[in-house]
């Protein structure tokens, strides 16, 4: 069996993805707007992507700055596009006034996706409790992995909560693949390897010129090279 970590990397269009696939980045995350922290891109952007790149790729379906879901049918016929410009995975997260798992509307959603795999993001680090939120997601279709820093301030602050969350892998609710992004610097990885963690998402991290340019291949490169010999 392969021990080689995955590397995601958060992609705004075709030329990034294909840097971050020379790289050597194993799937993307299709975002855009990053001030706003990402939200659905453009069916002709992943169309576009998926053109241009054979790598998997998670798209994003969310519609505004925040983690409320605000318009669950806009969500619902936005993942319907998605899947018609060709995506078959997926990146949401809802939470509710009071920090809980919207699960009606993440309910809603995956009914859309219909079996395809998908990630929840960070809105776990907004979460008043993420131990419910797990629970409470446990056994929704296709929920395979969640995106988190371990707090929402980033890696530096969530780093016990990784690893805590990481030797619990198994128990109810901790069955999906931790996937570290959020603050997360090449310095974190041996520990974090160390734990048993094995997928990484990088984005500002993996452009040399920031959120100003593209995606980086040596950047990428560099990142693959650590987890490789990590």
């Not at 992507?49 to 605000?70: E, K």
């Not at 596009?81 to 509307?105: K, N, Q, S, T």
């Not at 959603?109 to 008043?128: E, N, P, S």
């Amino acid at each position: 069996m392969s021990t080689r970590a995955l590397l995601e990397v958060i992609a705004l269009d075709a030329e990034d993805a294909i840097a971050a696939r020379a790289g050597g980045a194993d799937r993307l995350e299709l975002v855009t707007d990053m001030a706003a922290d990402g939200l659905t891109p453009s069916a002709g952007t992943v169309a576009a992507i998926r053109a241009a790149v054979d790598i998997p790729l998670r798209v994003m379906l969310r519609l505004a700055d925040g983690f409320a879901a605000a318009d669950v049918d806009r969500l619902v016929r936005a993942a319907g596009e998605m899947r018609g410009a060709g995506a078959e995975e997926f990146v949401l997260g809802f939470l509710d006034a009071h920090g809980g798992v919207d699960l009606d509307a993440v309910e809603r959603v995956v009914a859309a996706l219909d079996g395809c795999r998908w990630t929840f993001h960070r809105a776990i680090d907004r979460a008043a409790d993420r131990d419910a939120l797990r629970k409470q997601l446990d056994g929704l279709p296709g929920l395979d992995t969640y995106l988190t820093a371990g707090a929402a301030t980033g890696v530096d602050d969530g780093f016990p909560t990784l690893l805590a969350e990481a030797a619990r892998h198994g128990e109810q609710g901790y069955e999906p693949r931790i996937l570290v992004g959020g603050g997360l610097r090449l310095d974190h990885v041996p520990s974090l390897r160390a734990a048993g963690i094995d997928a990484f998402h990088i984005g500002g991290a993996a452009r040399s010129e920031g959120w100003s340019g593209p995606v980086s291949a040596e950047a990428v490169g560099e990142w693959r090279r650590v987890l490789d010999g990590a």
